[in-house]
């Protein structure tokens, strides 16, 4: 078995462009998301349409709730933004999508943790954006009871994956569509694949036109995400 895993599009459909057209080259056989899609002031409706035909599972991230509830508190203008861009189809879709799921009774999905779709779980950040492994002892802490071989999540947008001492793994493909501390703005996503009854990820790095996902965002009045577009560099998000 060999899976696609995406995360954090945040609506740059440009990106996510890029790394489907990759994905068709890795020969696999479906792909996961794990939330975060549409929030971002580049193409929310266009990214909305390409995910929904995919055929792998898809869960919310917390900017995915924001989108669907206007009323929740974490909700910012670019959740704004996208709210308004999406059918009544698309936001249906995207209310209807759960907090975590299991493929295949294997694979764990979540965004954040288990337990939150705001909590981090395998990097801590954000003093100055750098990021660090937290403590083994939370790490594990946040996995008691997922007893799955592999555990997907994304929210940090950082590429990583960890080995637990039971075997355990907790893997992030790190961000489709808007990079933080990588410094470079290469899409990211991952291919995890089952061999001889052992799980191996690759973390791939795609390069897209970053520039034009950077016009877009000018053009609809957000040109402060303009720089970490095309640089890969952020000292705040600018949500």
Known sequence: MRLAVLSDVHGNAVALDAVLADIVTQSVDATLCLGDHVSGPMDPAGVAERLMTLDGPMIAGNHD???????????GTVDRFAAEQLSEVQHKWLAALPATAVFNNEIFLCHGTPASDEQNWIDGWYTGRAAILPN??????????????????????????VRLRDGRRIIN?????????????????AVIERRGGRWFTTLRVVEYDHEAAAAQVVANGFAAWAEVLNSGWAQSAPF
């Open 65 to 75: 709730r924001w989108v669907v509830e206007p009323r929740q508190s974490g909700q």
């Open 136 to 161: 083994e002892e939370w790490v594990t802490s946040a996995a008691e009871g997922i007893n799955y071989p592999i555990m997907l999540c994304g929210h940090t947008h950082l590429a990583r994956s």
């Open 173 to 189: 493909p790190g961000a489709v569509g808007f990079q933080l501390v990588h410094g470079s703005p290469d899409a990211r996503y």
